[in-house]
């Protein structure tokens, strides 16, 4: 976590801080083999140099990236979850849960999916 502490520390609104870091201390607990770094000024994490999944700080939500793939195969899931996306992003509201268990669905599937992938973006 010590990569993302200068981010966090950047956040102002408490309770967005520390919503932040807790998402992000939950994925690089459940996935330590994920490599967390920031990159374009954003905390997110690589696996053998691809890109997996990263967040950004907004106004009124969270965002989630797990690259347009992630999003379309879990568009159905997103919308139940009571979130809302764009192509490249969902949104995790502040005043909202956070439904880890479809964080963990995107970032497993785009470790299997991206296993092969030589490049940091899908191609």
């Not at 000024?41 to 992630?70: C, R, W």
């Amino acid at each position: 976590m010590e990569v993302f502490s200068e981010y966090i520390a950047s956040i102002d609104n408490q309770e967005h801080r520390e919503r932040t870091e807790e998402v992000l201390l939950w994925v690089t607990r459940k996935y330590p083999n994920l490599m967390p770094k920031i990159a374009w000024n954003q905390p997110m994490f690589t696996d053998h140099g691809t890109y997996i999944i990263g967040f950004s700080v907004a106004k009124h939500h969270l965002a989630v990236a797990p690259e347009t793939a992630g999003i379309n195969h879990f568009s159905k899931e997103i919308a139940q979850a009571g979130y809302d996306h764009t192509k490249q992003l969902v949104r995790i509201r502040w005043d909202g849960p956070v439904d880890f268990s479809l964080l963990e669905k995107m970032i497993e599937y785009n470790m299997l999916d991206k296993a092969d992938c030589p490049t940091f973006w899908r191609k």
